[in-house]
C-alpha cells in the first residue's frame, strides 16, 4: 500500500509563501501523474495542481500565476509552492496521483490570517 506523507504546512500572513512537500513510498514514482488537493471545511475536495510524468503542469483558475507544483523523481516527492497565499487558500492539502488513485495521507494544514 502507498503511503503519502504531506508536509509543509503552517499558519502564514496574506501574501506569504509557504512550500509543501509530499513523500510517496512507491516503486516506478516517476511513471505517475501527481496532483495537489485541498478541502477546506465544509466543502468539497478540490484539485489545486497537477503535474505529469512528463513535468506538464496545469492549475486551478484559483491559483494560477501563484502556485508552482513540481516533482522530484529521485526523492520520489512532488512539492507545491505557494505565493501570494491569500485567505481563501485557507485549506488541509493533500497530494495522490492527478486520478486520485492511492489512500489520501493525513494532509497538511494550511492557514492563511492576518
Known amino acids: 500500500q502507498v503511503q503519502l506523507v504531506e508536509s509543509g504546512g503552517g499558519l502564514v500572513q496574506p501574501g506569504g509563501s509557504l512550500r509543501l512537500s509530499c513523500a510517496a513510498s512507491?516503486?516506478?514514482?516517476?511513471?505517475?501523474?501527481m496532483g495537489w488537493f485541498r478541502q477546506a471545511p465544509g466543502k468539497q475536495r478540490e484539485s489545486v495542481a497537477t503535474?505529469?510524468?512528463?513535468?506538464?503542469?496545469n492549475y486551478a483558475d484559483s491559483v494560477k500565476g501563484r502556485f508552482t507544483i513540481s516533482r522530484d523523481n529521485v526523492r520520489k516527492t512532488v512539492y507545491l509552492q505557494m505565493n501570494s497565499l491569500k485567505p481563501e487558500d485557507t485549506a488541509v492539502y493533500y497530494c495522490?496521483?492527478?486520478?486520485?488513485?492511492?489512500?489520501w495521507g493525513q494532509g497538511t494544514q494550511v492557514t492563511v490570517s492576518s
Open positions: 512507491v516503486s516506478m514514482f516517476n511513471i505517475y501523474g
Open positions: 503535474i505529469t510524468s512528463g513535468d506538464s503542469a
Open positions: 495522490n496521483t492527478a486520478r486520485r488513485t492511492w489512500t
